[in-house]
């Protein structure tokens, strides 16, 4: 995983722990913000970004090649 996006992950953890409210707004931000951490931790996810963006230059992939 990219070092932004372990960065990225530690912001929404966080914001997740601040919100818990239990209004019905709190709740479905936490959720959001729950499945976005759920989505960038899936196995593959940096693979499927990279093949979607053929115009940006990965250091790791050129330093492989």
């Known amino acids: 995983m990219l070092p932004t996006h ?3 992950r530690d912001h929404l953890q966080r914001a997740a722990a601040i919100l818990h409210g239990a209004d019905s707004r709190t709740r ?3 959720h959001i913000i729950e499945r976005t951490i ?3 931790d899936q196995p ?3 693979a499927s970004m ?3 963006n053929n115009n940006i230059l990965y250091f ?3 330093r492989e090649r």
Do not use: D, H, K, W
Request: net charge positive.
């Open 6 to 8: 372990v960065l990225a």
């Open 28 to 30: 479905q931000l936490r």
């Open 38 to 40: 759920t989505l960038m």
């Open 44 to 46: 593959g996810a940096e």
């Open 50 to 52: 990279r093949s979607n």
């Open 60 to 62: 790791s992939s050129f």
